[in-house]
């Protein structure tokens, strides 16, 4: 009766261990997919911020670009426009010259004019003198 205590004993002890061992090995298991889960579930927001990152550095370099590009162009924006602020400088500077000259030449005229009206009555006043003088000579 003590060997069979022992055997059912020995027997109850072997069932134990293994269902104690297919519980350890559920638990690894179990443990393993929670693991497989976790990394997955990481892996996808770790790969997705991967892709996001990229997506950031492309437009961080196209809107780099664009900036260069805007900047030459609005440089030379405003090199046209200075040149064409100086060109209209350059025209009023045209257009006071021509005034001035304009006047300059009304003057001139306006003295020769003076000059020859004089210069026409001097010479009617000559020759209202000599035909007066011939009127003269003949009485």
């Given amino acids: 009766m003590l060997s069979r205590l022992l055997k059912e004993h020995q027997a109850k002890q072997?069932?134990?261990?293994?269902?104690?061992?297919?519980?350890?090995?559920?638990?690894?298991?179990?443990?393993t997919c929670l693991t497989e889960a976790l990394v997955d579930h990481l892996n996808v927001g770790v790969a997705?911020?991967?892709?996001?990152?990229?997506?950031l550095d492309h437009e961080v370099k196209t809107l780099q670009v664009q900036a260069s590009q805007f900047s030459k162009q609005t440089s030379q924006w405003i090199?046209?426009?200075?040149g064409f602020n100086q060109a209209l400088k350059e025209i009023g500077d045209v257009e006071n010259w021509a005034r001035s000259?304009?006047?300059d030449m009304r003057t001139i005229a306006t003295a020769l004019e003076y000059v020859h009206k004089g210069q026409l009555q001097s010479q009617k006043k000559r020759h209202n003198l000599l035909v007066f003088e011939r009127f003269l000579n003949l009485v």
């Fill in 14 to 31: 072997n069932e134990r261990k293994e269902q104690q061992e297919r519980r350890r090995r559920e638990a690894i298991s179990a443990a």
């Fill in 48 to 55: 997705q911020a991967y892709v996001n990152q990229r997506k």
């Fill in 79 to 82: 090199s046209m426009v200075e």
């Fill in 101 to 103: 000259i304009e006047m």
